[in-house]
């Protein structure tokens, strides 16, 4: 098995200085994602030194390999959500414009029933809330996780991401998630937002997979 190790990304100083979400919490919260950075290169070296014998024991009740498996969608999860998590903070808030505007009104009725689908899905929550684009239903929705990899929803891929884990807000709110939701949608940067809708919605839908190769894009 080939390893392909990961470096942790760096995001905008802007994170550093957010109104409602200290940087003591960005400070302490970015431990955790280099963490899970760490981890998913361990893991990855760990499978690939997997012997013959290993393999040959492979069962769903326990095993090495079912181990390493469920841990790296773990590491991964971990890896991806605050990717897209850091990625989207220190902006100013407000509303998106533009075609994810559009698409959130078509599908929510406004940007304020959004706002409290989103927020409610956040309360609900153990771990994670997305805003995604079902590609195949061609629609936003929001979904939740309880950890960094439960509950996959098929042909969903995220455009926002809201840690709902305790280290996102504790330091700041104490158990008052839903201040922290509000200081989450304060701190948005909707521009990188609206990329990340466009880039998902643009892209090349064929079976080949590779835009600059199909005909049909």
Known sequence: MK???????TFS???FQM????????EEH???YQGYVNKYNEIQEK??????DDYSKANQVYSMIRELKT????AWGGVVNHEIYFGHLGGKGGKPSSNLLKQI???FGSFENYKKDLKATGMAARGWVWTAWNEKEEKLFNYLGDAQNTFPVWYAKPILALDTYEHAYFIDY?????SYIDAFFENLDWEVIEKNFDKITSSCQCPCQDEEECEEC
């Open 3 to 9: 390893v392909n190790k990961i470096s942790p990304k």
């Open 13 to 15: 100083s802007k994170i």
């Open 19 to 26: 109104k409602g979400i200290s940087k003591k919490t960005v």
């Open 30 to 32: 970015l431990k955790l």
């Open 47 to 52: 499978l690939a030194a997997l012997t013959d």
């Open 71 to 74: 841990e790296l969608s773990f």
């Open 105 to 107: 009104e078509k599908d």
């Open 174 to 178: 104490g158990v008052n998630r839903a």
